[in-house]
């Protein structure tokens, strides 16, 4: 999938098909820095644990996993 197919689910709980075979559940978003920008995975439980530690400005071990565009072959959003 490319970049603009992906952005349309971030933030949102998801099934994702990787190219590995692997199909995982959870949340994708984006992160910019100077120099790129990085698509991160984490189950959607420790997405929430991390972006609540990041509003209270607590610092917090990252079980994210950094994934690229081209590792992403199939989205579906679950409903909630």
Request: charged share 30%; with cysteine.
């Amino acid at each position: 999938m490319n970049y603009e197919e992906i952005q349309s689910y971030f933030n949102r709980h998801c099934r994702i098909k990787l190219r590995s075979g692997r199909e995982v559940y959870g949340v994708l978003w984006e992160e910019m820095n100077e120099v790129e920008r990085a698509i991160y995975f984490a189950s959607f439980i420790e997405h929430k644990k991390l972006m609540n530690k990041r509003k209270k400005q607590e610092t917090a071990t990252d079980p994210s996993l950094r994934l690229l565009s081209e590792d992403i072959l199939s989205i579906a959003q679950i409903e909630s």
